[in-house]
């Protein structure tokens, strides 16, 4: 079979990305919360009077938590394709994974805390 090519190859990708957002969304809860939480912190930027920059990096924040969940998901849904057995690399990739999340998450909080703080306290 060929590989698609062009504008076929652009289809491809983009509905396998819809399935993969699909799957996301069915199957991982900390996606579907994340999911919750952008929709929450729309409203909120939409509703303060942010600038245009302001809003664009507290909402990319939360994107970018959202991308790190994605490739976390990635990360354990291969480890435990793999096999069911404890293995030392196998742990320290879904930690590594969930690490990631977590810093992304703090960063974000940090963000959040000092946007805010500047727009109301100064």
């Known amino acids: 079979m060929e590989k698609a090519t062009g504008l076929?190859?652009?289809?491809?990708?983009?509905?396998?990305?819809?399935?993969?957002?699909?799957?996301?969304?069915?199957?991982?809860?900390?996606?579907?919360?994340?999911?919750?939480?952008?929709?929450?912190?729309?409203?909120?930027?939409?509703?303060?009077?942010?600038?245009?920059?302001?809003?664009?990096?507290?909402?990319?924040?939360?994107?970018?938590?959202?991308?790190?969940?994605?490739?976390?998901?990635?990360?354990e849904c291969v480890v435990d394709r793999i096999g069911s057995e404890r293995h030392e690399l196998s742990g320290r990739a879904k930690d590594y994974g969930s690490a990631a999340v977590f810093l992304s998450l703090l960063l974000t909080v940090i963000l959040w805390i000092y946007i805010f703080s500047c727009h109301f306290f100064s």
């Open 8 to 75: 076929q190859r652009l289809i491809n990708a983009t509905k396998y990305s819809l399935k993969g957002f699909k799957s996301a969304i069915k199957y991982e809860i900390a996606f579907r919360q994340e999911l919750i939480l952008l929709v929450i912190a729309y409203i909120i930027v939409m509703l303060i009077d942010f600038s245009i920059y302001e809003r664009i990096l507290l909402l990319g924040s939360i994107g970018v938590v959202m991308i790190i969940e994605l490739l976390n998901s990635a990360i």
